[in-house]
């Protein structure tokens, strides 16, 4: 299986990188640095550019089965309202529907959608508005992210992820 994945070099990208290699799927990654990807590995095609240039995403999902979108900025960010994941997205979607590569695999948050009921009040109210800022700002992308894909003609996944720790793997 060909796999391309967008964000690789970030947090958890280092690990759904690794795991794609240990299954022998054909990987493509899209990094702003090389450097920033310290394997080789025989099924690894390592392309430098940015997400947001249309025509190199257009270049390297062409005749891709599997986009993989974890995509971030860069931990909790700066703070500041950010169109980026979004943006990039809408990107990624255009250019797969163009090129007919229908299967999509999207990191997104616990809080985007309608996932925010699963959250207890005082959350919704009181931590993530006045103390997790940072977080409201990457959620409210994620708002924007979300229907870019569900909207679209895609075999879409969305994975609303909680916070990540780099352990061990449990079975549930
Ligand atoms: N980490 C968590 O605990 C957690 C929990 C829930 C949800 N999530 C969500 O899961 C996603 C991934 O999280 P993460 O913590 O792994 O993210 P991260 O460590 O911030 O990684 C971000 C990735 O995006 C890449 N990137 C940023 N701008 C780019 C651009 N213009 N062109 C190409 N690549 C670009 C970065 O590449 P560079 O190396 O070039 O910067 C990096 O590979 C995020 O959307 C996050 O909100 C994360």
Sequence with gaps: MKVVIFGASGFSGRAILKKALSQDYQVTILVRNRNSIPMKASNLIIVEGNVLDRNTVDEIIQNQDVVIQCLGIGGKGNGKQSTFISD???????????????????????????????????????????????????????????????????????VRCPNIVDKPAKKK
């Excluded at 250019?95 to 999207?106: A, D, F, H, T």
């Excluded at 699963?118 to 229907?147: A, C, G, H, S, T």
Aim: proline share 4%.
């Design 88 to 158: 990039a997205t809408k990107i990624i979607v255009d250019e797969m529907e163009k090129s007919n590569v229908k299967r999509l695999v999207v990191m997104s948050n616990v809080g985007a959608g309608n996932s925010v009921a699963f959250q207890p009040w005082f959350f919704n109210k009181i931590i993530l508005p006045y103390f997790m800022k940072w977080l409201k700002v990457i959620i409210d992308d994620k708002n924007r992210m979300e229907p870019v894909i569900m909207n679209s003609q895609l075999d879409w996944t969305i």
